[in-house]
T-cell receptor, first 114, second 114 residues
Framework: NAGVTQTPKFQVLKTGQSMTLQCAQD?????MSWYRQDPGMGLRLIHY???????DQGEVPNGYNVSRSTTEDFPLRLLSAAPSQTSVYFC?????????????FGPGTRLTVL | SQQGEEDPQALSIQEGENATMNCSYK?????LQWYRQNSGRGLVHLIL?????REKHSGRLRVTLDTSKKSSSLLITASRAADTASYFC??????????????FGTGTLLAVQP
């Protein structure tokens, strides 16, 4: 199994540009989520999904959209990038949203918005 | 807002020594999890301790939980250079399901000198 994969690994955008961060998992996990990691802030939840067709907002959802059309894929869209969205983005999945499930993380996408 | 706060923020020890990291949190929890993050990589789940457990072991890892003090500690015994990483605690609240999210602390950066 490849686990959780993310593309691209690095991306530089100009303010106002749009892009999609890709995330895929091959473990048939129901629960998927997106986090951003900023220095001194830990990880903050952006959006999450408990299954195909179901998404919800996390702690910091503004400026981001998600969709979940399949179990495997959970893309994160930046509609109009801002410098405040410069961060490292991690996608994670778990078997379900049970409280006792561990989360499996992808390798991350480092995004810079100029 | 972060639920967990790790202490210390950074720790440097010699190979073979023990490393202890602490995590404090604010609200009642269902469980507390520890994750490791190597530089430039995603997070890896280490161990989960439930709210009704006081101590748990996994290999060279020992986790304690004191719900009365809302704190947890992670002890790594006989440290190795490969243990050099950031360590994060993450908490799940007492209510399960889709409305309950894993909240991460700000992390402890551990450096193990060979």
């Amino acid at each position: 199994n490849a686990g959780v994969t993310q593309t691209p690994k690095f991306q530089v955008l100009k303010t106002g540009q749009s892009m999609t961060l890709q995330c895929a998992q091959d473990m048939n996990h129901e629960y998927m989520s997106w986090y951003r990691q900023d220095p001194g802030m830990g990880l903050r939840l952006i959006h999450y999904s408990v299954g195909a067709g179901i998404t919800d907002q996390g702690e910091v959802p503004n400026g981001y959209n998600v969709s979940r059309s399949t179990t495997e894929d959970f893309p994160l869209r930046l509609l109009s990038a801002a410098p405040s969205q410069t961060s490292v983005y991690f996608c994670a999945s778990s078997r379900s949203d049970s409280s006792y499930n561990e989360q499996f993380f992808g390798p991350g996408t480092r995004l810079t918005v100029l | 807002s972060q639920q967990g706060e790790e202490d210390p923020q950074a720790l440097s020890i010699q190979e073979g020594e023990n490393a202890t990291m602490n995590c404090s949190y604010k609200t009642s929890i269902n469980n507390l999890q520890w994750y490791r993050q190597n530089s430039g990589r995603g997070l890896v789940h280490l161990i989960l301790i439930r709210s009704n457990e006081r101590e748990k072991h996994s290999g060279r890892l020992r986790v304690t939980l004191d719900t009365s003090k809302k704190s947890s500690s992670l002890l790594i015994t006989a440290s190795r250079a490969a243990d050099t990483a950031s360590y994060f605690c993450a908490t799940r609240g007492i209510y399960g399901g889709a409305t309950n999210k894993l909240i991460f602390g700000t992390g402890t950066l551990l450096a193990v000198q060979p």
